[in-house]
């Protein structure tokens, strides 16, 4: 069986409403944030896949790590209000971050 374009799209289809679900179910910022990830990892599969099949050069490999430096210093700022959300209120649930507007 030959792996081909279709087949890496239903995978990065996948991934992408897997982590649409996290983002749009879920009450936990942590949970948020994976789902975010999820969703980043999806678009890379796809920059890479496209790169491969169709333009055969390494544009989608540069963008995909490009996306993959971006998505970790999101992580770490993410992390870093995380914290300080769960040390202000004692909770992560992303409600509480509305009253953060002070």
């Known amino acids: ?6 087949h890496f799209l239903t995978v990065s289809a996948a991934l992408f409403a897997l982590g649409l679900f996290a983002v749009m179910a879920r009450r936990n910022t942590v949970a948020i944030l994976m789902g975010v990830e999820l969703m980043l990892n999806a678009a890379n599969v796809n920059f890479v896949a496209f790169s491969r099949y169709v333009q055969h050069g390494i544009d989608g490999q540069i963008v995909a790590a490009f996306v993959i430096v971006l998505a970790a210093a999101e992580a770490a700022v993410a992390l870093a209000i995380v914290l300080a959300l769960y040390r202000n209120y004692g909770s992560v649930h ?3 971050a509305q009253s953060l507007k002070r």
Not at 1 to 6: C, D, F, V
């Open 1 to 6: 069986m030959n792996i081909g374009l279709p």
């Open 94 to 96: 992303a409600d509480t």
